[in-house]
């Protein structure tokens, strides 16, 4: 016979359950004594002495630690407490009652299957038992051990299965609210990003474009005034102002760019998203003569590369893939290409949604900043997604 692993921590429900059977077998006990002894009954002192050691053996087991945290030692003391009861059932009829807390001890301790056998059993016993006593077979002597057994399997197996449910539920409630957390985080990050790319692309469009505007008035200014102007020495001073503001301004970009910009060029930026990006071999390379970028040009480059090849990991099923970032002396363009299964971007545009490419949002980047941005695909052949963003004179 195989006993159950022990039991999991007790429950408020569980706790009021458990005290209930064991009040209800000790009253059990209690009346059979008390109705030995006021009837007299030839085994009365059996009776009792019986009553009182399966009282003290299942206290012994309520009570040892060993029966909770072993199977084995669950096991050996139920065995003990039929035995004994078994003993009792011998010596009076009213041992049979003892048979209805014996069903939920036994359904509680051991495997369902073994558990099922064991209430057989015990039901089988206490009709031999009262037949035995009686000496008479009657309905009753059938129907009562055999009901009380049909009820304590159900009521247990019900029970059972409400507290699989509300486990189930409550799992599902700490994962979702889990999830909710992981939400709110990532939507927090999302949304200090947004903010610093927006503070960026402000104070590169606004003040650092007015500053820089500022000094090429200014300079042009000096080369109209005469060498020995009186004004001229304050022009010159104004022009080392801005300047020196403008490199300020440009501190304040640096520090709201995007974490993958903090510590590098747009180049270098690339080259580790293509040596980090799982799944297909990703080659990164750069033609024409690199220059500097307006933060927003980098952080709109930056971002639809990794968009772009997210969804070649995710969607393309290809086995090379490759990142182009070219200079030329008004535009700078992207290009990602990869050899996957390809897909008709007619279709994705006339389902009315990105068909889980993300295609609108790279696109939209682009034309924030005056860009062209182009997809070229075909099923079977692979993808090609480009981005062309005009420089500004002064970047």
Known sequence: MSAAPPSRPLTPVTRVLRLCLHA???????????????????????????????????????????????????????AGVGAVWAALLAVSPEGVWIAFPLYFLELHLLRLRWALAAVAATASAAVAGFVAHTGSVNPGAFLG?????????????????????????????????????????????????????????????????????????????????????????HIARAREAAQDNLAEARRFVRALTPPDLEHGSLAAALERLCSGAPGPRVRFSVSGTPRALPTPYE?????????????????????????????????????????????????????????????????????????????????GQGTAVAVTLPLPVEA
Do not use: K
Request: hydrophobic share 50%; net charge negative.
């Open 299 to 379: 952080v709109a480059l930056l971002r639809i590369a990794q968009s772009a090849l997210g969804n070649v990991v995710r969607h393309a099923g290809a086995g090379r893939a490759e990142i182009t970032l070219t200079f030329m002396d008004g535009s700078v363009t992207l290009d990602v290409v990869d050899d996957g299964r390809g897909f008709d971007p007619a279709g994705v545009a006339a389902a009315g949604g990105d068909g889980g490419f993300g295609l609108p949002a790279m696109r939209a980047r682009a034309e924030s900043l005056g860009g062209l941005f182009t997809v070229e695909s075909d099923p």
């Open 24 to 78: 209800l077998l000790l009253g059990l006990l209690a009346l059979a004594s008390a109705r030995a002894v006021a009837g007299s009954a030839p085994r009365a002192g059996w009776v009792t002495g019986l009553c009182v050691l399966l009282a003290a053996v299942y206290a012994a087991g309520v009570l040892a630690p060993a029966v909770h945290r072993s199977a084995r030692a669950a096991g050996l003391w139920l």
């Open 145 to 233: 051990p055999l009901l009380g057994g049909a009820v304590a399997v159900a009521t247990v197996l019900g029970y059972q299965a409400l507290y699989r449910e509300s486990e189930r539920r409550r799992e599902l409630i700490e994962e979702l609210i889990a999830t909710r957390a992981e939400l709110a985080a990532a939507e927090r990050g999302a949304g200090i990003l947004a903010e610093r790319e927006r503070l960026a692309r402000e104070i590169h469009d606004t003040l650092a474009q007015g500053l820089s505007s500022i000094q090429l008035l200014l300079r042009a200014a000096e080369r109209t005034l005469p060498e020995d102007a009186p004004a001229a020495d």
